[in-house]
């Protein structure tokens, strides 16, 4: 079980990293909260309107909070030369990755979970939508960090990566957003949003088997 | 490996040879260029004079001999680039990445004219240049992803590693084309747009279909023309150092 | 597998670096209790050689074998690379680092403690990396070649930053390691002395 022993000390190691680290911890959820609160201020405060739109504001500023907080999966690790031990390890890169790519999720993408009920209370949202919102949350973000993953890696080696990196990934993060934020917006009319749901959820099994490989593809372009 | 007949590995052998490539390709290139004038011009006079008027659209509907090739062209040559590219990344065929980038832009092109035509179509249409139509987010998604292939093989200076780099993009980017361009048709349907009357009717009369056709096969040989040139480009850039380039440049 | 049955062989290796010819053709073998010492100037391919030998770079032609098989998990099972940058983290302490590094790969009969005793490091546990020197830094990254078992110390500039005490350390831990069989590659701008061992030398430029 050596390689679940590496797993685990490689999602424990990050997680040290980032409570060591709370300051850098807080920026990707203050962006969240920042841009939803920006919204109101550039349409219009009407009740009517932003509830309209809100299943749609919270998704979008989720994807861009999500991508920015990925430059921090393996930036350090490259700087320091730990990505270079990392690959050097016997054990599958893929998996590791996805070690990594977990507790990078814990630590950026569950703070935005829990502050989205706050949000949804801003934009004047339903409790029924509510709930939606936060399943499409739990089922959605892992998958912007996987699918991020794969962008960072091939940029994580690149002086000017930012620019470059969300025109690779949120191309491809537009599935994710259609399915969950129609499904908080059905929610919130009473339809039932089980297709929507259901599909994430497959979204999710894809991208965790598939994710991780041309990530540590990735990852060994980078570091040549 | 085994099931690919003996002749055609002797070419794709042989064709691996920077060298020979260069050779055979100048040899191909007028060949390719005199036929697909040939199709072009065959297929515009059908598409521009020989056939009717379309009974609702009038003459407008006549861009569609453009517009719908490239769109073609734009899924094809994606998937053309992510096999080069897997190629080039499994077997390290230096000859499959210079393919797999050339192809690059040649599509990205082809995408930009889909959506330049599609918008031009759209105007007399719907009376704007951009409705939010299903097919034109698409193409207008595959853009960019187009680009930022492109981008990401211009950020990276080691043009091997930015192959490696391209190639990886290309096969993620070829795995998510089906899933974001279904959920773009989901999404569109149930946002109800404009109910646009779809541009692949099934029932094209034939007298429209074989200039359509004609001129698909017309825009496959041109990418073929485009990537090849710009493949030899890139080889000779990249082999500069090669005894071969250096033989080429004195014979010029 | 025995130690003297180990052996690192590199045939025809070229690597072309942004149009210049590094090294061409370059061909050796190294078995167990040998010492590989690269010397060149600068930006002679000392570090891209290591690197293609880490299976980070790819050689423009050659190939590489490890006891007569292309380099595989094998290989990455029983190797340890210290390159230029220490690969330690500095939020981390001395023994969360080594803990990782340990389960990276396979460990050794060496504990923590004992592999920071051999570096002159005994007591800075509990120490958070970036309160360390640059040599103590060095000298912990070092700690990893003990923690793992492993037969190729693959060494890039092992002695940078460190003190003449620290080199010896570092001689006294590379000379053990050849003694038990074990085989080291290495690029050094110092003087490599070695207790009744003569490394081998490539000069690549």
């Known amino acids: ?224 | 490996m085994f099931l690919i007949p003996k002749p055609v590995g002797k070419f794709f052998h042989r064709m691996a040879s920077p060298p020979y490539f260069y050779d055979f390709t100048g040899r191909l290139i007028p060949w390719l260029s005199w036929i697909f004038l040939f199709l072009v011009i065959a297929g515009l006079y059908g598409g521009l004079v020989l056939a009717p008027a379309d009974y609702q659209q009038g003459d407008s509907f006549r861009i569609i001999y453009i517009h719908v090739p490239s769109a073609w062209m734009s899924l094809f040559v994606y998937v053309v680039m992510a096999i080069a590219g897997g190629i080039g990344l499994i077997w390290r065929i230096k000859l499959a990445e210079i393919v797999a980038i050339s192809s690059a832009s040649v599509g990205a092109g082809f995408t930009f004219i889909a959506l330049v035509t599609g918008s031009l179509w759209g105007k007399p249409m719907w009376g704007t240049w951009w409705v939010w139509d299903a097919r034109l987010t698409s193409e207008l998604i595959l853009l960019f992803l187009y680009l930022g292939v492109i981008g990401l093989y211009g950020a990276i200076d080691d043009k091997r590693t930015a192959s490696r780099a391209v190639a990886i993009l290309a096969l993620v980017g070829v795995v998510n084309i089906p899933i974001i361009h279904y959920s773009v048709e989901w999404w569109n349907t149930l946002h109800q747009g404009p109910t646009v009357t779809k541009m692949d009717k099934p029932s094209i009369h034939i007298s429209m279909l074989w200039p359509l056709l004609v001129m698909a096969v017309a825009f496959k040989f041109y990418y073929v023309i485009a990537m090849l040139q710009r493949a030899r480009t890139e080889l000779v850039v990249r082999e500069r150092n090669s005894q071969w380039v250096k033989l080429l440049l004195e014979s010029k | 597998m025995k130690n003297e049955h180990i052996s690192l062989q590199v045939e025809a290796l070229s690597c072309i670096r942004d149009d210049r010819v590094l090294f061409k053709q370059l061909s050796f073998e190294i078995k167990g209790k040998q010492v590989l010492l690269l010397e060149g100037k600068n930006g002679s391919g000392k570090t891209s050689l290591l690197r293609i030998l880490c299976g980070f770079r790819e050689p423009d032609s050659g190939e590489i074998y490890w006891c007569g098989n292309l380099l595989d998990n094998q290989y990455y099972a029983q190797m340890v690379y210290i390159g230029h940058r220490d690969g330690v983290k500095d939020e981390l302490t001395v023994q969360e680092n080594l803990l990782v590094s340990t389960a990276l790969g396979f460990a050794s009969q060496t504990s923590i403690s004992q592999a920071l005793k051999k570096v002159d490091l005994q007591g800075h546990d509990e120490v958070l990396v970036q309160s360390l020197s640059a040599g103590q830094k060095r000298r912990l990254s070092l700690a990893r070649l003990l923690i793992t078992d492993n037969k190729l110390w693959i060494l890039d500039e092992p002695f940078t930053s460190l003190d003449k005490d620290g080199i010896a350390v570092v001689e006294a831990l590379m000379t053990e390691h050849v003694n038990r069989g074990g085989m080291v590659v290495l690029t050094s701008h110092h003087d490599v002395q070695l207790h009744d061992i003569k490394p081998q030398i490539i000069n690549l430029s």
């Open chain 1, 1 to 224: 079980m050596a390689l679940l022993r590496a797993f685990i000390a490689i999602i424990r190691r990050d997680l040290i990293l980032a409570f060591r680290r709370r300051a850098e911890m807080l920026n990707p959820i203050l962006f969240f909260i920042i841009v939803v609160t920006l919204f109101p201020l550039g349409v219009g405060a009407q009740p009517q309107l932003l509830q309209s739109i809100a299943p749609g504001i919270i998704w979008v500023s989720a994807l861009l909070a999500a991508m920015l907080s990925l430059d921090g999966l393996f930036r350090s690790d490259f700087d320091d030369g730990s990505l270079e031990q990392l690959l050097l390890s016997p054990h599958p890169t893929s998996i590791l990755i996805l070690g990594k790519i977990i507790a990078h999720w814990l630590v950026t993408g569950l703070p935005l979970i829990l502050v989205a009920p706050l949000l949804a209370e801003f934009l004047g949202m339903h409790t029924d939508a509510l709930i939606i919102l936060l399943k499409t949350l739990i089922l959605g973000t892992p998958v912007l960090s996987l699918v991020g993953a794969i962008g960072v890696a091939l940029t994580v080696g690149l002086r000017r990566g930012g620019m470059i990196l969300s025109l690779l990934v949120l191309p491809l993060y537009v599935p994710v957003l259609i399915f969950a934020s129609n499904a908080v917006e059905m929610a919130s009319g009473g339809l039932p949003v089980d297709a929507q749901i259901n599909i994430l959820l497959a979204m999710l099994c894809l991208a965790l088997v598939l994710a991780p490989l041309p990530a540590s593809a990735a990852l060994k372009m980078s570091v040549s």
